[in-house]
């Protein structure tokens, strides 16, 4: 195994005490870090240090730290989760970045996502488009047989391909226009795929993109940082997916029938 | 369907379709163009077939000018809405894997410079020096000779061959873009279709720009 020397850092660390004050820079040292820390594992050391000088601690989101919950998530360097593709926050290794290199930590920044404090923010416009048609309705009752309902191969990659979006919000704070096309289109696609939620898709689209352009989010511009960005490497095919889903849903929209043998 | 204009996936749809319709125009146009390097004479009975057939004159100026307004009108509110949703800039941005293409991230200001420069082009041929010639025995616009005289300025030249660049790029980012903002983006296209509107740019800003080059070639 490659044995890497310890690393010397210096961060640069957004500071905000609340959505109301002005953030700043502040500097900190970050000494003899092991190239086999996580990031996150570099800040709390830091945050101890803070501690112990009885300084505020810095602000991060996190819950999992094994990429699988969404929560981690700030800008390192102007890239969203840090250098490496693929990767959430929590899972980037310091064995990324080299000795004596001055490292940039800022919050997502976007209109929807207003800062709660240093590198947090309020990602609930996430949970309001999910609200308006994330889902699928089941009734409750037995349940069914797993294998009574086929589900082509290629429609089951695409739709765990979709599903895979964890909702932290890089694809938002990446974009130049704060558009949130690919967490909802992700969101829209990987429930239209499958036979539980296609029955609702139409709605879901009307819905989740009503929701979408009710919030601060941009538009979609096809810059594709989102998608560069993304910890689970969604791809924009999502997008075009949306686009087709609502334009369709729209379209076709359907309006209540009375008369006949309904009466 | 007013709901559908109204939204953001709605106003690409816009955005799309008028940018098509520009996509398939430049393309004849140039292709047009191109009969210059055959003859003068030809070149200025192609412009004269157009202009004669009034009727499909106006119907195709009209949807030009329709969808030139709808896509700058469209343009607008969504820069404008985009700006205001990312108001703070962060202050490194990315140029790695993980940023994205300059022409991508440039597209409004693209588009300026490219409707400052379609005005221009509109004053400088359409509504420019009228020559006369006759071709045939038939009496026609003199194209031809405004053309060489225009690409003989150095400014011109040099204004034209930046805009075009830029139109390239414009092209470029729109063509493979509405793909995407049509929903017809597959994931088995992804790779080809960059490509595809690369070289469909390419072509397009290549041709026009072989007129200056054949002035400066054969008439100098
Ligand atoms: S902390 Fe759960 S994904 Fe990073």
């Not at chain 1, 601690?57 to 490496?84: K, L, V, W, Y």
């Not at chain 1, 309020?122 to 009734?139: C, L, M, T």
């Not at chain 1, 075009?240 to 043998?261: C, F, I, P």
Request: include cysteine.
């Amino acid at each position: 195994m490659e044995n890497k020397k310890n690393l010397n850092l210096t961060l640069k660390i957004w500071r905000q005490k609340n959505n109301q004050s002005k953030g700043e820079f502040k500097t900190y040292d970050a000494p003899n870090v092991s190239p086999d820390a996580s990031f996150l594992e570099m800040v709390d050391v830091i945050n101890e240090s803070l501690v112990v000088k009885g300084e505020e601690t810095i602000a991060f989101d996190h819950d999992c730290r094994e990429g699988i919950c969404g929560s981690c998530g700030f800008m390192i360097d102007g890239n969203a989760h840090g250098p490496q593709k693929g990767t959430t926050v929590c899972q980037l290794h310091m064995r990324n970045f080299s000795d004596g290199q001055t490292v940039t930590l800022e919050p997502w920044r976007a209109e929807a996502f207003p800062i709660i404090k240093d590198l947090m923010v309020d990602r609930s416009a996430f949970d309001r488009i999910i609200k308006a048609g994330g889902y699928i309705s089941a009734n409750t009752g037995g349940a069914p047989d797993a294998n009574a309902v086929p589900i082509p191969k290629y429609d089951a990659d695409e739709a765990f391909l979709s599903a895979a979006c964890i909702g932290c919000g890089a694809c938002v704070a990446s974009c130049k226009n704060a558009s949130a096309a690919l967490f909802t289109s992700a969101k829209i696609t990987h429930l239209a795929l499958l036979p539980q939620g296609a029955v609702e898709k139409d709605q879901r689209a009307l819905d989740m993109v009503a929701q979408m352009d009710s919030e601060q989010f941009g538009a979609c511009t096809s810059t594709g940082t989102c998608s560069a960005s993304c910890p689970k490497e969604i791809s924009l095919i999502n997008i075009a997916k949306m686009n087709r889903e609502y334009l369709r849903a729209s379209w076709t929209k359907k309006e209540a029938v009375h008369g006949g043998d309904m009466a | 369907m007013l709901d559908f204009l109204k939204s953001t996936v709605g106003r690409k749809y816009i955005m799309g379709i008028t940018g098509l319709v520009w996509l398939g125009f430049v393309l004849t146009h140039m292709a047009g163009n191109m009969l210059i390097l055959v003859s003068g004479d030809l070149y200025n009975a192609y412009g004269h077939a157009i202009v004669s057939n009034k009727p499909l004159l106006y119907v195709a100026e009209s949807v030009l000018i329709l969808s030139l307004c709808a896509h700058i009108f469209t343009a607008i509110t969504l820069t404008i809405q985009n700006r205001k949703s990312r108001q703070s800039r962060y202050a490194i941005t990315p140029n790695g894997s993980k940023g994205s293409s300059l022409a991508s991230r440039t597209m409004a200001i693209q588009g300026s410079i490219v409707l400052a420069f379609i005005i221009l082009h509109l004053i400088t041929f359409k509504y420019g020096a009228e020559y006369t010639t006759n071709v045939n025995g038939v009496e026609m616009r003199d194209l031809h000779k405004l053309v060489l005289e225009v690409f003989k300025q150095p400014v011109y030249v040099a204004w034209y061959f930046v805009s075009l660049i830029l139109l390239m790029f414009h092209l470029s980012h729109g063509a493979h873009s509405i793909f995407q903002s049509f929903g017809i983006l597959e994931r088995k296209m992804q790779k080809s279709l960059k490509k595809f509107a690369w070289i469909y740019a390419v072509i397009v800003v290549g041709g026009f720009l072989s007129q200056p080059l054949y002035v400066f070639l054969i008439h100098n």
